[in-house]
């Protein structure tokens, strides 16, 4: 499954739509993935982490699961180059890396906290 999502800003009604969604998602049992950075970034680095996350929280009470991919960059879903998947592929495998952190309570959850994460996680060998 997946949730659009777009800016606040830009279509308030998805933006909206998308929060009843992982509320109804996440009440369901369902684990609910997010990129909280709110969009890909332009040089592959992790960007600031937006509020978005604080809000599924406060409005349903689950633990968060920091986790960080990396080895996309370069990827034909990256935009390294140009915009992603607008472009062949410069190669055919990617060696892709998941790594997964300590769940963190969600009295304790905050963006920038999970940033730090996150980026503890990438450093990892």
Known sequence: KTIP???KSRNPAIYEQAFVRIREELAAGEVVCIFPEGKLT????IDEFRAGIEKIVSDSPVPVIPMALSGLWGS????KGGKALTRLPRRFWSRIK??????????????GDLRTRVLALRERP
């Open 76 to 79: 034909v879903f990256s935009h």
């Open 98 to 111: 998941l790594a997964v952190g300590t769940g963190v309570p969600p009295q304790s959850v905050q963006a």
């Open 5 to 7: 999502i777009d800016s």
């Open 42 to 45: 332009g040089d592959g680095e």
